[in-house]
């Protein structure tokens, strides 16, 4: 016998799926337009690019809007800023909010594409102010970036802060090196540090999802 024989069943079960939710919002918090009106157009160098990046960090702890941590999408050859992110995870009640993710969408919605590696595009080149997390990693693997720009790498995010990073890839690196995205690290790794003991002492959240093992 079906289900649907009268109508009563198909008005409960569309009353049912209209309350679902249909789309969400990662936005980046207010303070952030006054900072992004007072940007340039471009930053030249890769030590620029994480100044800024750094800048942004302290400021999301120093607000409160999220936590530690802050990445850029720049144009690598030409330091034109595409996007910018910080951590919005307790702001958005999503725990993909990391900056890494937040950057790397606003960057692909902008230019309207998935792929930021497109061959119509510039070479692009990701900042952030600390080796990305289990789940950023993933996301920076499918951007399209040729390029990863970080503070640091180390245990100092986990044992100041309490975060839990994740189980990352053994073979990071190679796995980054198979798909043609150069790495530096360690530019500005003492400005991370101090954001990092920053938001320690700020007694801000720790947004872990369970223990940390």
Known sequence: ?????????????????AQLPTSASLAMPEWFAGVAAALPDAVDDVDGRMTLIHELAMRNVTERSGGPFAAG?????????????VNRVVAT??????????????????LGTWNLGAAHLPAHQLVVNWRPCAMCFGSVLWS?????????????????????????HPDWRAELERRGVHLT???????AIATFEAYRDSGAPVYNSGPVV
């Open 185 to 191: 690290v360690g530019i500005g790794h003492e400005q």
């Open 144 to 168: 399209g970036i040729v390029d990863l720009v970080l503070a640091g790498e180390g245990e100092e995010v986990e044992r100041l802060t309490g975060f839990d990073e994740g189980p990352i």
């Open 93 to 110: 009640h999503s725990s993909c909010a990391h900056a890494e993710f937040m950057a790397l969408t606003l960057a692909q919605c902008a």
């Open 73 to 85: 999408v720049f144009e690598r050859d030409s330091g034109r800023i595409v996007a910018l992110g």
């Open 1 to 17: 016998m079906s289900r649907f024989r009268d109508d009563e069943p198909v008005r409960r079960e569309h009353a049912q799926v």
